[in-house]
């Protein structure tokens, strides 16, 4: 699953993925609730081999970094 070690590891994934998403803040300013559910779970769950953030946010082959979110969504780009 997608575990970040530390602020900036997390924070370069969103810069990567979460900051061109659709789902990172809608409308009434309220986030993701993927990214919620990893910062709310993932030193619990990421030995749980049947957890849904695994699948959510899931590890790239080589192990090391995550892979893009499956709730991934691009934005359409604004119309001026």
């Known amino acids: 699953m997608g575990y970040f070690s530390n602020g900036s590891e997390q924070m370069d994934y969103e810069g990567e993925w979460c900051d061109r998403c659709v789902h990172q803040e809608d409308s009434a300013g309220h986030g993701c609730s993927v990214m919620?559910?990893?910062?709310?779970?993932?030193?619990?769950?990421?030995?749980?081999?049947?957890?849904?953030?695994?699948?959510?946010?899931?590890?790239?082959?080589?192990g090391i970094f995550c892979d893009k979110c499956t709730m991934f969504y691009e934005k359409l780009p604004e119309v001026k």
């Open 36 to 62: 919620l559910a990893h910062w709310v779970h993932a030193s619990d769950e990421c030995n749980n081999k049947d957890s849904i953030l695994h699948i959510l946010i899931p590890m790239r082959e080589d």
